[in-house]
């Protein structure tokens, strides 16, 4: 049984920095998109970034709203996903979401990846976590 546990979430003033990980367990597959997605209550939900592994390593892909101010890094050893956020506005304001690609992985990981900065559809994570705060105020 896959399971994604987000944590790190807060309060936290414009201008400063968070850092969100994300403990998988229960996950497999070696080839795969992973990522983080946020929403606010009353809106669409967002891409923010997305990590790609495979034959090439792992590969970073940042919305723009998340382009220079967030990180998406992976610990394998400890099964955890980051998203470390800086320069943090009060729009960045959301609940936070770690996924997973999910079967039958049709489309290549960085495919998959590439519809997060795009801003595409987030029909390929079939795997989600509980989601964590992340409120910023000016």
């Known amino acids: 049984q896959v399971q994604l546990v987000e944590s790190g979430g807060g309060s936290v003033q414009a201008g400063g920095s968070v850092t969100l990980s994300c403990v998988v367990s229960g996950y497999t597959y070696s080839r795969y998109c992973m990522g983080w997605f946020r929403q606010v209550p009353g809106k669409e939900r967002e891409g923010v970034a997305g990590i790609a592994t495979g034959s090439g390593g792992g590969t970073a892909y940042y919305a723009d709203s998340a382009e220079g101010r967030f990180t998406i890094s992976q610990d394998n050893a400890k099964n955890t996903l980051y998203l470390q956020m800086s320069s943090l506005k009060p729009e960045d304001t959301a609940m936070y979401y770690c996924?997973?690609?999910?079967?039958?992985?049709?489309?290549?990981?960085?495919?998959?990846?590439?519809?997060?900065?795009?801003?595409?559809?987030?029909?390929?994570?079939?795997?989600w976590g509980q989601g964590t705060q992340v409120t910023v105020s000016s």
């Open positions: 996924a997973a690609e999910s079967p039958p992985f049709l489309s290549p990981a960085q495919t998959v990846c590439e519809n997060i900065k795009n801003g595409g559809s987030s029909e390929n994570f079939g795997y």
